[in-house]
């Protein structure tokens, strides 16, 4: 038998090395994620169970799970639907019925009238009076004490094939061995951080949590409020936390050009546009503007709304690069919104001389080396494109600053490799990101820590409010109806189709199917088709006839989400809108509201709705509040949907949940700060313990 002898680390301390763990568990633990014997520390428990007493059967309530004891009054098979063995099992303070469906012969003379039983179980409401089905349970003679456990027992997270008993071997093994040797897992948080905030030492946190005392408040342990609980989630928000800012601090190890300017190309544009910049449009302008002055690489969120300007913004950083003589890439996620950028761009920049280029996968052979060499010599100033600006026979000559339009359809890996792409004689190029994902500040400060944030938070003046209605497609003739009203009045409308299944083949099929029969109760109207399996050129084709106003109805798949900019198109019908997630549907409904005339959106669902889609979409009729919105979507939804694939290498939490937390965020990232600056190696120790298999991103 393998003995546990004190040891030096249980970071590295394979779960092999505990009794009972060979290839065959080891293999499904590795399932759980649970390799080294700190793996199975921070392997918490869900909820608990209170086996430490019995209690009066007179006093129970249907939902609690519990021991109670008593003796078997009546023991009964009944033949119903399902065949049954109810036994009546009463304490003197009252009774309840034990429910089988499978049962022995041995078992049913165990549970025979007379014998005395320990049961655990959850208390449910019978037809008759409170029942347990299939409680666990045991004959004992009068007066047994109870188990040894003095207390509450965890339930963990478990997988098929690895038993709750097996777990709770195990972390009794686990916690045996930090009892032991508590340095076996380093205390990295330094004794004042710990005193400041009134948190317990690691060691007494995880045992606390894994075995709290019969006395336990149960509720706080359950909400993750227990100062142990808060202890390893504020533990686990600052690893996060130090990691994004080291990323930080590793891009300014390399300067990028200090790009000072003498504004006279960004004067020009401001003198030519047909309005002023909002407030803050000029406030986050004037912070990009002293990002780039300095010779550190920006590192820039720009978050706003649908519609609130960011387009003029990053021409504006632009232009400040362009003066300097340096290259500008601008890269979208879309080939449609690349070319809607470069469609603005050319607009804007071209009368002020400057040379564009367009790249995107699409672009082959000759054409395509002629804006590569273009792109190399430093003839083309400003290059618009898709991920094809990440091929590796794009070469800039003197890149100094990337635009990355809506972000979160983009990864960190491919954000830093247009990064490295600019990486000319030990210059790092600035960056720019803009998304129209608007997340609640300190949440944006967390999961972008890496990154400086700015926010647009109002729209250009004149902007009506988009009006929302939610009907049954029951009444799909009214909508019809308003459809032909829209177009007769000379404004266009969208009509979007969504399917339930991730299937583009059908959501495809279900657009056509919906045009044709709308071409044919509004013959009167020029009806146009996109969707995913359109070819791209005429994808652009149609989109082109919409925005010059030869169609009238657009009828579209999900693909017109971000972008697209029709300001006569007023009206936008979007079908079973419960499918979609409420950040999804706001940047549907941003497609309208973007010109003069008030804007409708009709969310035309099918019921019957669930509660929650219900909900969702009540907020959409309530509010155009981006940010508002995405709050409601963080919390219906939780912070790994909302945040999109970047979440996947970074913020995937164990403990900490962002929602629950956000009250610790602030002093998080004060905490992750100071012992960055105060204790290096600990704050090192905390992400090796915390991101440890995934620290490799950090590398990128
Ligand atoms: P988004 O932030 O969604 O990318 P855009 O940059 O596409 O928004 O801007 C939406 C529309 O608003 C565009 O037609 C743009 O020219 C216009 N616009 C931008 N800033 C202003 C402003 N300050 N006043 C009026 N219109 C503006
Ligand atoms: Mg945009």
Same mark, same amino acid.
């Given at each position: 038998m393998k003995k546990l002898a004190p040891v030096e680390s249980l970071e590295r301390m394979s779960v092999t090395s505990l009794r009972r763990v060979g290839p065959k568990v080891a293999e499904r633990l590795a399932r759980l994620g649970l390799f080294t014997v700190q793996d199975l520390l921070f392997h918490l428990p869900l909820r608990y169970q209170d086996r430490t007493r019995i209690r009066p059967i007179g006093s129970l309530q249907p939902g609690e799970q519990t021991v109670i004891e008593g003796e078997v009054e009546l023991a009964d098979i009944r033949y119903g639907r399902r065949r049954s063995l109810l036994v009546s099992l009463g304490d003197g303070t009252g009774s309840l019925i034990l429910r089988f469906f499978h049962f022995s012969a041995v078992q049913k003379s165990a549970l025979a009238r007379g014998s005395r039983?320990?049961?655990?179980?959850?208390?449910?409401?019978?037809?008759?009076?409170?029942?347990?089905?299939?409680?666990?349970?045991?004959?004992?003679?009068?007066?047994?004490?109870?188990? *040894?456990?003095?207390?509450?027992?965890?339930?963990?997270?478990?997988?098929?094939?690895? !038993? @709750?008993?097996? #777990? &709770?071997? /195990?972390?009794?093994?686990?916690?045996?061995?930090?009892?032991?040797?508590?340095?076996?897992?380093?205390?990295?948080?330094?004794?004042?951080?710990?005193?400041?905030?009134?948190?317990?030492?690691?060691?007494?946190?995880?045992?606390?949590?894994?075995?709290?005392?019969?006395?336990?408040?149960?509720?706080?342990?359950?909400?993750? *409020?227990?100062?142990?609980?808060?202890?390893?989630?504020?533990?686990?928000?600052?690893? !996060? @936390?130090?990691? #994004? &800012?080291? /990323?930080?601090?590793?891009?300014?190890r390399t300067p990028a050009p200090a790009l000072q300017g003498d504004g006279t190309l960004r004067r020009e544009l401001l003198n030519g546009l047909p309005f002023q910049l909002t407030g803050a449009q000029q406030r986050v302008v004037v912070e990009i503007e002293s990002d780039l002055h300095q010779p550190l690489p920006m590192q820039r969120l720009v978050q706003g709304d649908v519609g609130s300007g960011k387009t003029v913004v990053s021409a504006l950083a632009a232009l400040q690069t362009l003066e300097c003589g340096l290259q500008v890439a601008l890269m979208a996620p879309t080939e449609l919104l690349a070319e809607q950028h470069l469609r603005n761009f050319s607009q804007w920049l071209e009368p002020l001389g400057v040379e564009m280029a367009w790249l995107t996968g699409r672009l082959k052979g000759k054409t395509r080396e002629e804006v590569l060499a273009r792109v190399a010599a430093g003839r083309a100033q400003l290059i618009v494109g898709t991920h094809a600006l990440l091929q590796d026979d794009v070469l800039f000559q003197t890149l100094g600053l990337v635009i990355i339009d809506e972000q979160h359809r983009f990864g960190v890996h491919q954000r830093l490799a247009l990064r490295e792409k600019g990486r000319v004689d030990g210059h790092t190029p600035h960056q720019l990101i803009m998304t129209a994902t608007p997340i609640p500040r300190t949440l944006a400060m967390t999961a972008y820590a890496d990154l400086d944030l700015s926010v647009i938070d109002e729209l250009p003046p004149g902007r009506k409010p988009i009006a929302t209605v939610v009907i049954s497609d029951e009444r799909r003739d009214e909508v019809v109806a308003r459809?032909?009203?829209?177009?007769?009045?000379?404004?266009?409308?969208?009509?979007?189709?969504?399917?339930?299944?991730?299937?583009?083949?059908?959501?495809?099929?279900?657009?056509?199917?919906?045009?044709?029969?709308?071409?044919?109760?509004?013959?009167?109207?020029?009806?146009?088709?996109?969707?995913?399996?359109?070819?791209?050129?005429?994808?652009e084709r149609i989109m082109h006839q919409f925005k010059s106003g030869a169609l009238d109805l657009l009828v579209a798949t999900t693909v017109i989400e971000v972008g697209v900019d029709v300001p006569n198109a007023s009206l936008m019908i979007i079908e079973n809108p419960e499918r979609l997630g409420l950040a999804q549907l706001h940047q549907l409904r941003g497609r309208v509201g973007r010109g003069a005339t008030a804007s409708h959106c009709v969310l035309m669902y099918h019921a019957p709705l669930s509660l929650n889609a219900r909900?969702?979409?009540?907020?959409?009729?309530?509010?155009?509040?981006?940010?508002?919105?995405?709050?409601?979507?963080?919390?219906?939804?939780?912070?790994?949907?909302?945040?999109?694939?970047?979440?996947?290498?970074?913020?995937?939490?164990?403990?900490?949940?962002?929602?629950r937390d956000q009250g610790l965020l602030e002093d998080v990232r004060k905490a992750a700060e100071w012992m960055l600056q105060r204790y290096p190696e600990r704050a090192a120790g905390l992400v090796r313990r915390w991101l440890g298999r995934r620290a490799e991103y950090g590398k990128v």
């Open positions: 039983l320990r049961c655990f179980g959850e208390v449910r409401n019978g037809p008759n009076s409170l029942e347990m089905v299939h409680p666990e349970y045991q004959r004992v003679e009068p007066d047994t004490p109870l188990t *040894a456990d003095d207390h509450l027992t965890p339930v963990y997270p478990t997988t098929e094939g690895v !038993h @709750q008993l097996t #777990l &709770r071997a /195990l972390t009794d093994q686990a916690l045996s061995l930090l009892e032991q040797s508590p340095q076996g897992l380093p205390e990295w948080l330094p004794e004042a951080l710990l005193g400041r905030f009134h948190l317990p030492d690691l060691a007494t946190a995880i045992l606390y949590i894994h075995r709290p005392p019969a006395d336990a408040p149960q509720d706080q342990l359950l909400q993750g *409020a227990h100062p142990a609980q808060q202890r390893l989630t504020f533990e686990e928000l600052l690893a !996060h @936390q130090i990691s #994004l &800012r080291e /990323l930080r601090l590793q891009h300014n459809v032909r009203a829209a177009c007769a009045a000379g404004r266009q409308a969208y009509w979007v189709c969504t399917l339930v299944e991730e299937s583009e083949a059908l959501q495809c099929q279900a657009a056509e199917e919906t045009a044709q029969m709308l071409a044919e109760i509004l013959p009167e109207l020029r009806v146009g088709l996109v969707h995913g399996r359109v070819k791209q050129d005429e994808k909900q969702r979409l009540a907020i959409l009729r309530e509010t155009n509040d981006g940010f508002l919105i995405a709050k409601k979507d963080l919390e219906m939804r939780g912070p790994g949907e909302v945040l999109g694939t970047r979440q996947t290498g970074e913020l995937q939490l164990r403990i900490a949940d962002l929602i």
